[in-house]
C-alpha cells in the first residue's frame, strides 16, 4: 500500500475532526460518557474507560481552535488547488 | 506511592530517571569524544589562501589585505556565529537535540553486538539497561540500551534494498524509491503512535520516551532487510525462511526488552502476579511484540515475487 506523508496528514485531520465533532449533551451524554460520568475514581487505577473519557474531552477542548485554523486553510486549498 | 504521578496516567519521564542534558562540557566527553582542534587549523589555512593570491599579483587580489576587508570578515564571522547560535538556540526547542545525541553515541562494537542480539537473542542472559547514577548509560557501554544508529541506518538500507530488489524484476523507477521511503516511514509513525496511545490508555508507569519507542520499532528493519536480501539470493524458500527466523527473533527480543520496562518488577522477575491490571499489561506487550512480524511481512512481501 503506498502511503504518502500526505495521506497521513489527511488521516490526522480526519480523525480530530471525527472527535471534535461529537457533542457532549446530545450524544456523549445519552451513551454514559459524558464529562460526569466518567471520571469517578482517583484510586491507583484510573481505568481504560476513564482513560478515553479523558482523552476524549482534551481532544476536544485543546483541539477546537487549532481545528478551525486548519480546516479553514484545508478548505481554501483543496478548492484552490483540487 | 505517588498518587499525582498515578493519577496524571501515562507519564514519560518520571523523576527518579531523567536523562541528564544539561552541560555540553562533561557531557560531550561522557558520549563523543573531543575530537576537534579547531581555530589554529582554520587560521592557517585562511593565511596560507591569503598568501596564495597575494604573490600570484593580481590586481583585484590586493582587495584582501586592505584593514577595511579585515574589518568586514570579521564582523561577518561574528555574525556568522551570532546566526548560528540563533538557530541552534531556536531548532533545540522543537527537535530535543541534546537527547537525540544521547541515542548516536555508540561504537562499532556496540552495532555488532546489538546486530547479533537482533538475530539471536536466545543466548543473552541479562536484559537490564544499567544506569549511572539515575541516567542511564550511553549505547556504547550497555548493549541493552536503545540507540536511534540502528533503526535510521537500516531505514535507509531498507530503502536501497527495496529498490534493488525492485530493479531485478524490472519494475524500478526513481520515484518509487521516495514512494517506499515515504510509505515505511507512515507506518513507523502509525506504529509509535498507536503504541503511544496504548501506553496511555493502560496507563503504565514506565520511563520509555518516544525516541525510545521509535528506536524498538526500528529495529525490525534489520530483519527485513535480512528477509529480502535472502530472498533475491536465495528466492521464495530463502526468503520465508529467513523472514520467519528473523521474526521469530524479533518477538522475543521485543518481549524481553519491554517485559521490564512496562511490566512491574515482580512479573518481571518471572512469578506470576495475577490481577487485572498485570495481565492488561502482559496483553500489551504481547500484541506490540506481535506487531513487529506483522508489519515485517507487511512491508516485505510485495518486493519478493
Known amino acids: 500500500m503506498a502511503f504518502t506523508l500526505y495521506s497521513l496528514i489527511q488521516t490526522a485531520i480526519l480523525c480530530t475532526n471525527a472527535v471534535a465533532v461529537l457533542h457532549e449533551e446530545r450524544f456523549l451524554s445519552k451513551i454514559g460518557w459524558g464529562v460526569d460520568q466518567g471520571i469517578g475514581g482517583f484510586g491507583d487505577d484510573p481505568g481504560i474507560k476513564a482513560q478515553i473519557l479523558n482523552l476524549i474531552r482534551s481532544v476536544r477542548t485543546v483541539m477546537r481552535v487549532p481545528l478551525i485554523i486548519v480546516n479553514s486553510a484545508c478548505i481554501v486549498l483543496l478548492l484552490l488547488f483540487g | ?305
Open chain 2, 1 to 305: 506511592m505517588d498518587y499525582t504521578a498515578d493519577q496524571s496516567g501515562f507519564r514519560q519521564q518520571p523523576t527518579m530517571r531523567l536523562r541528564n542534558y544539561s552541560a555540553e562540557g562533561p557531557d560531550a566527553s561522557q558520549l563523543f569524544e573531543d575530537t576537534s582542534g579547531v581555530g589554529s587549523a582554520s587560521q592557517s589555512g585562511l593565511r596560507n589562501q591569503q598568501a596564495g593570491p597575494q604573490s600570484s599579483g593580481f590586481a583585484g587580489q590586493s582587495l584582501l589585505s586592505e584593514p577595511m576587508s579585515n574589518l568586514a570578515m570579521a564582523y561577518g564571522s561574528s555574525l556568522a556565529s551570532q546566526g548560528r547560535e540563533m538557530v541552534d538556540k531556536n531548532l533545540d526547542r522543537f527537535i530535543p537535540i541534546s537527547k537525540l545525541k544521547y541515542y548516536f553515541a555508540v561504537d562499532t562494537v556496540y552495532v555488532g553486538r546489538k546486530l547479533g542480539l537482533l538475530v539471536f537473542p536466545y543466548m543473552h542472559e541479562n536484559w537490564e539497561v544499567s544506569y549511572q547514577q539515575d541516567t542511564p548509560v550511553a549505547p556504547r557501554f550497555d548493549v541493552n540500551a536503545p540507540d536511534l544508529y540502528i533503526p535510521a541506518m537500516g531505514f535507509i538500507t531498507y530503502v536501497l534494498v527495496a529498490g534493488l530488489a525492485l530493479g531485478t524484476q524490472n519494475r524500478f523507477s526513481p520515484e518509487l524509491l521516495g514512494v517506499q521511503a515515504s510509505s515505511a516511514l507512515v507506518w513507523l509513525i502509525m506504529e509509535v503512535l498507536a503504541v503511544l496511545l496504548s501506553l496511555y490508555l493502560v496507563t503504565v508507569n514506565t520511563d520509555l520516551t518516544t525516541i525510545d519507542l521509535l528506536a524498538f520499532s526500528g529495529y525490525k528493519y534489520v530483519g527485513m532487510i535480512v528477509g529480502v536480501v535472502a530472498g533475491l539470493l536465495f528466492g521464495r524458500p530463502g526468503y520465508y525462511l529467513s523472514l520467519l527466523w528473523c521474526c521469530a527473533a524479533i518477538f522475543v527480543f521485543m518481549i524481553r526488552t519491554l517485559r521490564l520496562k512496562l511490566l512491574s518488577e515482580a512479573v518481571a522477575e518471572g512469578k506470576l502476579v495475577r490481577g487485572a491490571r498485570n495481565q492488561l499489561r502482559m496483553y500489551l506487550t504481547m500484541s506490540i511484540a506481535a506487531a513487529q512480524p506483522v508489519f515485517m511481512y507487511w512491508l516485505t512481501y510485495h518486493l519478493i515475487r
